[in-house]
């Protein structure tokens, strides 16, 4: 039986699904993959996004398409796919890559291709004006993709040339309730006539698929992860995407299918009383994001480094907060590469916080706090 949910603009092509399948999780069989694309075709999904750095999803992928098509199970119009390309190589090179992503995935031609991490301003040159551009014009006008965007995870003024440049269909960024602060940078590249793809708003945003008993608790009556994406969802981004596991995983997304209006008075009210909480908690040590502290002399990220804190000690998130934490210095240009000991107590930054924090001192506790062995990363 086939479930049809409501569709949003993608860029200038087909419209996608409110969510997408994330296939970066299914990497234990092709059976589970065929399994998973076969839940979210159930589930009223349309969009697949996948990348060569998943390992095999991408050839996983391509055989449970093939047997998903024998079977009659696809969408209406066909499923769109998304997959990326690392930025940095030759045109040479890149041609290769890109034609043996192809043939992983079985397809002539896919609807979506993103530089996969444009993190650095020589990944943002190398797209407009290097090697990248010139395969991606290549790849377009050989008809091997539609459209064209980026992903990244890089500062917010990178982001924001990207958007300016008027060069992409499309960016995928990391939006989540509880780190609103790339969310005008979406509304700003809907605006300019893009799609926006939400990044695993439910695991980068917080573990939100196994919340703490607090954030349960602050978000009621609500769930957490059905709050953010009704966060999500009622801002416009065109689609979030699950990294599904398992089949049950997409069962939120046939839930809220349709759950594209605007937030209700009291789904504002949950948020308004999550933001509360998470004050109360803090008190005068909440970290208000401002980033009047920075630039540091050590380039130590300060409001990244206490917006973790603000996770852990405001809604006990300690779990995700250690794991987001211990990745600094470990992901290269994914992440960032200076952690709290790195702060020398010059205390360069106390005059320009408007809450007069004594940033030092909580640096040092917050590295106290959640500095522990790091998680492997799922496609490393």
């Not at 990244?152 to 040339?161: Q, T, V």
């Amino acid at each position: 039986m086939k479930t049809k949910g409501l569709r949003r603009p993608f860029g200038q092509k087909k419209s996608v699904s409110l969510f997408t399948l994330g296939t970066m999780r299914a990497l234990e069989s092709e059976e589970q993959m065929y399994r998973v694309v076969k839940a979210a075709f159930h589930a009223g999904i349309n969009h697949l996004e996948t990348a060569p750095a998943y390992g095999p999803a991408e050839i996983f992928l391509g055989k449970a398409l093939r047997r998903l098509k024998q079977e009659e199970i696809e969408p209406d119009g066909g499923w769109i796919i998304t997959s990326k390309i690392l930025p940095g190589s030759s045109f040479c090179e890149g041609k290769k890559q890109l034609k043996n992503l192809l043939s992983r995935l079985k397809k002539e031609r896919i609807d979506n291709l993103a530089v996969h991490g444009l993190n650095l301003y020589e990944h943002l040159h190398w797209t407009l004006d290097g090697d990248g551009a010139k395969l991606l014009r290549w790849a377009q006008e050989e008809g091997l993709i539609s459209q064209v965007g980026f992903s990244s995870h890089g500062e917010l003024s990178l982001i924001k040339e990207g958007i300016k440049s008027k060069r992409f269909d499309f960016c995928s960024l990391h939006l989540h309730l509880l780190d609103p602060e790339r969310i005008p940078l979406a509304l700003y590249a809907l605006d300019n006539g893009m799609g926006v793809m939400a990044i695993s708003p439910a695991d980068k945003g917080g573990r939100l698929f196994d919340p703490s008993p607090t954030l349960i608790k602050d978000c009621s009556p609500y769930e957490p992860i059905k709050l953010a994406y009704r966060f999500l969802l009622a801002k416009g981004i065109s689609t979030l995407t699950i990294g599904a596991f398992q089949p049950k995983d997409l069962n939120i997304a046939k839930q809220l299918l349709n759950a594209s209006e605007n937030l209700d008075q009291k789904e504002i009210n949950a948020i308004n009383h999550l933001q509360k909480q998470r004050e109360l908690r803090l008190g005068e040590t909440l970290c208000g994001q401002c980033k009047q502290c920075l630039p540091c002399p050590q380039a130590v990220p300060i409001n990244e480094i206490l917006r973790l804190r603000n996770l852990s000690l405001g809604h006990d998130l300690t779990v995700f907060a250690k794991e987001r934490y211990n990745l600094i210095g470990k992901a290269g240009h994914w992440w960032e590469t200076v952690n709290a000991t790195a702060c020398n107590h010059c205390g360069d930054c106390m005059p320009r916080c408007p809450n007069n924090l004594p940033i030092p001192n909580l640096l040092e506790e917050t590295h106290q706090l959640l500095a522990a062995a790091p998680r492997r990363r799922l496609w490393s």
